[in-house]
């Protein structure tokens, strides 16, 4: 068995919320190249999204393995010493807790991961995508995954044999902070049940797709952790990673993204309260521009059964996404020149775990009931 490991945090970057610093990606790299020399991992690759920066792991460990999740959380907090030592900004924001319990998940960083057979007779190759977003949350992949997944508007190939029994969707209550409150359904039969959920993209979130056709075969995995449940006030935007398998009984890459052409609006954006558009960037872009807008990447790769990796394949920066880019600036201003107002910023639930609270607070105590 094979396990892919995408965990992802901000654990420093430069000037602001930019990019980690050059210093922080070669410390990660080092780091995964001793567990690779010592047999840990069979392969990987180190990216960055904004100011997050993306740890993608082969192993034969299996999902949620202590020793990956403890090598991924030592090469984080390595480079959140490199980012201290540099004075960068937001050092060490993701690391919520002083050390793990063996899985980084509810520590801060985002972690998604898959285990599958790499010699299932369904699967003579194993192709697939990395989805890395930055200053937005988990919810900003539901839609993209909802309309791949059951319309055939976006993914023709539902129609065909191998994908017609459809999917089970796992969703998860992401603000109950208890545990994993989940929920299960299975697509098409239940896809406007799905819809009903997943519109509300603060509370519930995609967690993991599986294919009906093969049950013991999972698809998608997303991290769902949301760093205000976990910390109970506002830590920056969740930035979620997202590993998505491809061609064959899966949709192909080119019916994955297609739902991002729309880019569609997202809860983000600078101190993660309003609501923007999020634009589909190169991998290793940082955040510069205007409004702190919400993005994504997309990385392609193969992995054969040795556990090795090609070499990656940057989706999104071919030029046929200049006029998503546009679309999404075009969309951003739109947005942003409404301000404060109304639908431009987040509903007041979200709000409360920022500073807006104190602020609410405060004017909340000059209320009073007129005589």
Request: net charge negative.
């Amino acid at each position: 068995m094979l396990t892919i490991s995408a965990i992802k945090a901000d654990v420093g970057s430069i000037g602001g919320h930019t990019r980690p610093s050059e210093a922080m990606l070669q410390s990660a790299r080092d780091h995964l190249q001793k567990a690779l020399e010592s047999g840990l991992l069979t392969d990987y690759d180190v990216t960055f999204t904004g100011d997050d920066i993306c740890l993608l792991m082969i192993h034969r460990q299996g999902s949620g393995a202590a020793a990956i999740h403890n090598l991924a959380w030592d090469t984080l907090k390595a480079a959140a010493d490199i980012a201290k030592a540099q004075g960068l900004y937001g050092a060490g924001q993701d690391l919520l807790k002083d050390a793990p319990s063996g899985n980084v998940r509810g520590a801060g960083p985002g972690a998604a991961e898959i285990t599958f057979d790499e010699t299932a007779a369904e699967r003579p190759a194993e192709p697939f995508m990395i989805f890395t977003a930055d200053k937005c949350g988990p919810g900003a992949f539901n839609f993209p995954l909802w309309a791949v997944f059951t319309s055939p508007l976006y993914c023709a190939g539902l129609m065909m044999p191998k994908m017609r029994p459809g999917f089970t969707f796992t969703v998860i209550d992401m603000e109950y902070p208890h545990g994993d409150r989940i929920i299960r359904l299975n697509t098409p039969e239940e896809h406007l049940d799905l819809a009903l959920l997943l519109r509300d993209e603060n509370r519930f979130g995609i967690q993991a797709i599986h294919a009906r056709k093969y049950p013991h075969q999972q698809v998608v995995s997303v991290s769902t952790d949301r760093l205000h449940t976990i910390a109970g006030e506002y830590k920056g935007k969740d930035d979620p990673v997202m590993i998505i398998r491809t061609q064959g009984i899966f949709p192909a890459p080119e019916e994955v993204v297609m739902p991002w052409v729309n880019v569609p609006y997202v809860a983000g954006d600078a101190r993660g309260s309003h609501t923007m558009p999020i634009m589909p960037v190169p991998i290793n872009t940082p955040v510069t521009g205007p409004y702190a807008q919400p993005i994504v990447a997309a990385a392609a790769y193969s992995v054969n059964k040795e556990g090795k990796l090609s070499e990656r394949v940057d989706v999104f920066a071919n030029p046929v996404w200049d006029l998503a880019r546009q679309k999404a600036q075009q969309k951003a201003e739109w947005m942003r020149q409404q301000g404060f107002f109304g639908a431009a910023m987040l509903p007041m639930q979200e709000l409360e775990y920022s500073a807006f609270r104190n602020a609410l607070e405060a004017l909340e105590a000059r209320f009073s009931l007129r005589e």
